[in-house]
C-alpha cells in the first residue's frame, strides 16, 4: 500500500488523492489509517528481525506514523465509510504533505515510508525517509516490495530483493502457500 502510494505520488499531487485512489483500488485496508500507521510495515520488520535472531517485540519498533496526530483516534459521522471520511480529512493535511515532497524533489530526493533493522545496533524502525533519485528504493515501481540487505559483504552497494507487494493476486497467492506449508506439516508420516 504505501509502496503504491509513494511511487504514485508526485510533487504538484495531493497526498490525500493519491491514498483515495489506492483505497478505491483495494490496496488500502478499509481504513487507510491501518495503512498509514506504518504498523503493517512494523509487523513485517518484527518478522524480517527475528529471522536475523533479534529479540524483538511489536512493541519495540519506533513507528513515525503519516497519520497526522489530529485524525488519529478520529472516528467517521455516523452512516458513512470510513475510509472516504477519512480521505476528506485527510485532505486539510495535504499543504503539509506538499511541502515534505516538494523539499525532497529540489534535492534531487524522493520520500519513501521504510521499515529498517540494524542487527548490529539491534534496532528497528519504521518511518518515513528521503532518498537520492539513484537509490534502489527510488527505483521502484507501482505497489513493489523491496529489502535492501546492507552487509558486510553488500557494502557500499546493498544486496536489493524487489518485486510485487500488494493486490488480490499477491495476497492470495501468499495466503495459499501459507496454508500448502501448514497442511504439509500437518501430514503424518505413515
Known amino acids: 500500500t504505501l509502496s503504491y502510494i509513494f511511487n504514485t505520488w508526485k510533487?504538484?499531487?495531493?497526498?490525500?488523492?493519491?491514498?483515495?485512489?489506492?483505497?478505491?483500488?483495494?490496496?488500502?485496508?478499509?481504513d487507510p489509517r491501518d495503512d498509514l500507521s506504518g504498523t503493517d510495515v512494523a509487523r513485517k520488520?518484527?518478522?524480517l528481525a527475528r529471522e536475523l535472531g533479534l529479540k524483538v517485540e511489536l512493541d519495540d519498533v519506533q513507528v513515525e506514523s503519516l497519520v497526522p496526530a489530529a485524525l488519529q483516534a478520529w472516528r467517521?459521522?455516523?452512516g458513512e465509510k470510513v475510509g472516504e471520511a477519512f480521505v476528506r480529512e485527510l485532505m486539510a493535511f495535504d499543504g503539509e504533505m506538499e511541502a515534505l515532497i516538494k523539499e525532497a524533489d529540489a534535492a534531487g530526493e524522493v520520500l519513501r515510508f521504510v521499515g529498517s533493522v540494524d542487527a548490529e545496533a539491534q534496532a528497528v524502525t519504521v518511518k518515513l525517509g528521503r532518498f537520492p533519485k539513484?537509490?534502489?528504493?527510488?527505483?521502484?515501481?507501482?505497489?513493489?516490495?523491496?529489502?535492501?540487505?546492507?552487509t558486510r559483504w553488500?557494502?557500499?552497494?546493498?544486496?536489493?530483493?524487489?518485486?510485487?507487494?500488494?493486490?488480490?493476486?499477491?495476497?492470495?497467492?501468499?495466503?495459499?502457500?501459507?496454508?500448502?506449508?501448514v497442511m504439509q506439516g500437518m501430514r503424518r508420516p505413515r
Open 154 to 181: 553488500y557494502s557500499p552497494r546493498p544486496m536489493v530483493v524487489q518485486g510485487p507487494g500488494a493486490g488480490a493476486e499477491v495476497t492470495a497467492a501468499g495466503i495459499f502457500g501459507d496454508v500448502r506449508e
Open 76 to 78: 467517521p459521522p455516523a
Open 134 to 150: 539513484d537509490h534502489p528504493f527510488a527505483g521502484t515501481q507501482f505497489a513493489d516490495n523491496i529489502v535492501a540487505f546492507s
Open 11 to 30: 510533487p504538484g499531487s495531493n497526498f490525500s488523492a493519491i491514498v483515495a485512489d489506492a483505497l478505491a483500488k483495494g490496496f488500502t485496508e478499509p
Open 45 to 47: 520488520v518484527v518478522i
